[in-house]
């Protein structure tokens, strides 16, 4: 069983470190090997939907929260034709 089974299927941030660099990564973890985690996150762009994965090895890991709230979405930006119509 691993240190952080109790999240599977929740939404959660996960700070972790790459070499000096400390990273976050948001999202629903799906899997604890009890060697890494993985992230998932599912977006949409361009009309189509894409799928983020994330593989976190535990001796990366700094820390794991829930995260309670869904992620705000970003306003789409409009394109160079409707800014010339305007």
Known sequence: MGRY????????????RAAE???SA???LVSDSGKSIVL?????????EKTIRVEI????VIRV????AEPSR???????????KA
């Open 26 to 28: 948001a999202g629903t």
């Open 21 to 23: 660099i400390h990273l």
């Open 5 to 16: 089974s109790a999240f599977v299927g929740k939404r959660v941030q996960a700070y972790y």
């Open 65 to 68: 929260n829930e995260a309670h």
């Open 74 to 84: 970003t306003k789409q930006i409009p394109s160079a034709q409707s800014k010339k």
């Open 40 to 48: 998932e996150d599912h977006l949409s762009q361009g009309g189509k």
């Open 57 to 60: 090895p535990y001796q990366f």
